[in-house]
């Protein structure tokens, strides 16, 4: 029988133990030992759970408190200064660097978080400093190594590899690249010796970079590093983990070089079969094959995985093969077990990461067999997804000839964007440099426990309707008070800016437990793009009218775009992405056009998560995505009257590579996150003579500080040195959902002031 194994489990507990638990730490509710247990004991519990799915390589040190590259800075020493001067205690300087420390009159950042490759968890970025030494400075693979032992069970430990992590680095030294990795990689060969004084059988490097485009220089480096490691190996065995994307740039060193096993992503990495048909695969490797989706939350099909494996037997010694997930199971929740309200109809199509151990242990199980056609388990698994592929809201007639039918001219404004701005201009009489918001004013407790009494009937529809009005009331008050120019409802009603719409479309699932760690202690709930998205009734437009009713001054609309809807949720996987995300843009093109309808004369469509699901590859960024993701939004705004101004927010400024497709989502204007960066990205867009008006977020809005008026002074006369006046937008970068009201006010009037002053200086 063929082995399987997984490339990590998700660790923060079927009921967010973990969260809690560190969260307590934090505050002060539990000591370092209560931490240690809670965490001891969810391990065991994952272990154990592998065990009896017969999991046969069963990986340990996947487990974190907060971040695995984190862990990784910390075993090799990678602690700058700034953290180690503190003094704190191994554990205290660990969160200091996930979360900064601010103490004893000592302040310090944390260090950076950016997001892990096309997912969305985000890791910590380790930072090396000039002369740093690197070393051995935590025993936490070991530990866990001998605590699975002690229970009976044998790990595989996992690490990431010096190549990811120092790619994934800030190098803030003058040594260069290939001098940290020499350096590096001599602490990685203790860090094998002591596996190998310890007897551990195999280790699991992870080197996710390898899916992503390598220069030839890249793969010169990587060789020679894993020479210099590779060399030093007696018998504990290697094997190179790989996913999120095939690795046709390097395939032929990994294969070359003394790697005991190579673990690979079938999944995402479709071009991975390819290759190995191509070059073939070495007689005495172990292929780990990435078979069952470590980053979605489906059934696995049996029939198409018994294939590849087929398939792959043609290549490899059939017993060299073992069965994998794609990636670590990080990215799915924990288990279907917890959703105890879900309709076994849908939940039968679902498959979280306990489940998934199952269906490797099913796979295993049907490989061996020659009969497997006939076996209960192969039958059932089709049945499934058969009922799955008949099941009537996967397949609405209307929709999909919609989708079918559209034309060119859906997908486009009939007025140019110069004709369309000279007709707003006239109609908005703004004044120069418009403020306005970017959608959501401060989150309060007060308006989350509203909403939680709602939903479990505490209160009547009314009652929660009318503390609504009240807030909206609230705060158009406030915002015609300081004299903001355009203004907004604040999204009051707004759980999450996905979940909002989701709930309403027709076409989405969602779970009770369905947690997936985004960083750190914080979690996300995925909803579930089950069925085709239809739009049976206004979402928005009720909220929005009331709005404007109340005030004289132009009331924006708020919509989440198509791609951000589409990236945050788990997307279905017998439809392509380019129809459900035109699924989705139709929907809310419709909720646009109602908008419009009721007087609405500025629509903003946010897409937050636009440029978070690039491909990793730049050569399929359009193909794969662009050609259709930018096309989606603009069937949200096709069909609007020219003297309807559509908006877009975008949470980043990072945008000069995907300038053009951008321009072509033809906004009228766009507000970014260009506050952080230093505005480079508005010389480029001067250069590229960017056509919409722009809003760059004068401030930050991820932290909690006032800015004063005089830096913001500074700002605006900067950014109108770098843009036309004509098209400048004064706001903050993002919403303010989760600022505090007292800081939001000082800084919305702040704002106010320094623009009204530069307005003053512009009529001189
Ligand atoms: N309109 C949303 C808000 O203000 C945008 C949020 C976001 O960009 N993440 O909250
Ligand atoms: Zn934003």
């Known amino acids: 029988m063929k082995k399987s194994t997984i490339v990590g489990y998700p660790r923060i507990g079927v009921n967010r133990e973990l969260k809690k638990a560190v969260e307590g730490y934090f505050k002060g509710d539990l000591i370092l030992n209560e931490l240690q247990s809670t965490a001891k004991l969810l391990r065991k ?31 090799l020493g990678v602690i700058p200064k700034r953290y180690s001067e503190l003094n704190l205690s191994p554990i205290d300087t660990y969160f200091a660097m996930a979360r900064g420390y601010q103490k004893n009159d000592k302040d310090v950042k944390a260090l950076r978080m950016k997001k892990w490759f096309n997912t969305n968890y985000h890791y910590m970025v380790p930072e090396i400093e000039e002369d740093m030494q690197f070393s051995l400075n935590d025993t936490k693979p070991y530990d866990l190594y001998k605590e699975a ?64 485009d390598l220069t030839v220089e890249d793969i ?26 095939d690795v046709r740039d390097i395939y032929n060193t990994l294969i070359e070089l003394d790697f005991d096993g190579i673990g690979l992503d079938l999944i995402e990495g479709r071009k991975n079969l390819e290759i190995i048909e ?23 099909d049996y029939k198409k995985s018994i294939e590849i494996i087929k398939k792959l037997e043609e290549y490899v010694e059939p017993d060299n093969i073992c069965l994998s997930t794609s990636c670590s199971l990080l990215h799915v929740p924990h288990t279907l077990r917890a959703e105890v309200n879900m309709n076994e109809k849908y939940k039968e199509s679902l498959a979280f990461a306990e489940e998934k151990l199952g269906e490797l242990e099913d796979l295993k199980k049907l490989d061996s067999n020659s009969e497997y056609i006939e076996s209960d388990i192969f039958k059932k698994n089709q049945e499934i997804l058969e009922r799955k592929n008949t099941n009537s809201i996967c397949y609405n007639t209307i929709i999909r000839s919609k989708v079918e039918n559209l034309k060119e001219e859906d997908f486009i404004r009939k007025e140019k964007f110069e004709e369309r701005n000279k007709i707003q201009k006239e109609l908005f009489k703004l004044p120069i440099l418009p403020t306005t918001t970017i959608g959501s004013f401060p989150q309060t407790s007060e308006i989350r426990g509203l909403r939680q009494q709602f939903k479990k009937d505490g209160i009547t529809q009314k009652e929660y309707e009318d503390k609504i009005k009240e807030k909206i009331n609230e705060v158009i008050k406030f915002q015609e008070e300081i004299d903001l120019d355009v203004l907004v409802h604040g999204e009051y009603e707004r759980n999450d800016m996905v979940e909002y719409f989701g709930e309403q479309l027709e076409g989405f699932l969602f779970t009770q437990n369905g947690w997936v760690q985004s960083y750190g202690t914080r979690g996300v709930k995925p909803p579930i793009i089950f069925g085709d998205v239809e739009r049976t009734k206004p979402m928005t437009v009720n909220w929005i009218k009331y709005a404007q009713e109340q005030t004289a001054k132009i009331m924006k609309g708020m919509l989440t775009g198509p791609i951000t809807i589409l990236n945050w949720s788990f997307p279905r996987e017998d439809l392509s992405l380019r129809e459900i995300a ?75 590579d995907i300038i053009n497709e951008i321009q072509d989502m033809d906004v009228d204007a766009i507000t970014i996150e260009a506050a952080r960066s230093d505005f480079s990205l508005l010389d480029f867009l001067k250069e590229k003579n960017f056509k919409p008006e722009i809003g760059p977020g004068v401030y930050d809005i991820h932290s909690p500080r006032v800015p004063s008026e005089e830096e913001l002074e500074k700002l605006i006369n900067i950014m109108m040195d770098k843009l036309d006046v004509n098209k400048l937008w004064i706001n903050p970068d993002c919403g303010l959902k989760t600022r505090g009201i007292e800081e939001t006010k000082l800084s919305l009037i702040n704002m106010i002031k320094a623009t009204k002053t530069i307005r003053e200086q512009l009529k001189k």
């Not at 309808?597 to 050569?619: N, V």
């Not at 096309?631 to 400024?653: G, N």
């Open 149 to 212: 032992k002690e229970l009976g069970v044998t790990t595989r430990p996992v690490v990431i590899g010096p190549f990811t992590f120092l790619k994934l680095s800030r190098l803030k030294t003058t040594n260069t690249f290939e001098k940290c990795l020499e350096e590096l990689v001599d602490v990685y060969i203790e860090i094998l010796s002591k596996f190998e004084a310890d007897k551990v059988e195999w280790i699991q490097i992870d080197e996710p970079i390898l899916a992503t």
């Open 278 to 300: 191509k070059y073939g695969f070495p007689k005495n490797k172990l292929l780990e094959a990435g078979i069952v989706n470590g980053k979605n939350i489906w059934r696995n």
């Open 582 to 656: 035109y699924q989705i843009g139709l929907a809310i093109n419709e909720e646009v056009l109602d908008l419009e309808k009721a007087g609405i004369k500025i629509i903003q469509i946010d897409e937050a998560a636009l440029r978070e699901k690039l491909p990793i590859r730049k050569e399929d960024w359009k193909k794969e995505y662009l050609d259709w993701a930018i096309p989606a939004f603009r069937l949200t705004a096709s069909k609007v009257k020219p003297e309807t101004q559509i908006h877009t927010h975008m949470c980043y400024s990072e945008f000069s």
């Open 45 to 75: 519990e994952y272990w154990e759970t592998q065990k009896e799915k017969g999991i046969d390589y069963i990986p340990s040190n996947d487990f974190s408190f907060y971040d695995n590259m984190l862990d990784m800075a910390i075993l």
């Open 220 to 245: 010169i480096l990587f060789k020679k590093a894993y020479k210099k490691l590779l060399d030093k190996k007696v018998n504990t065995k290697i094997l190179i983990q790989t996913y999120f994307g």
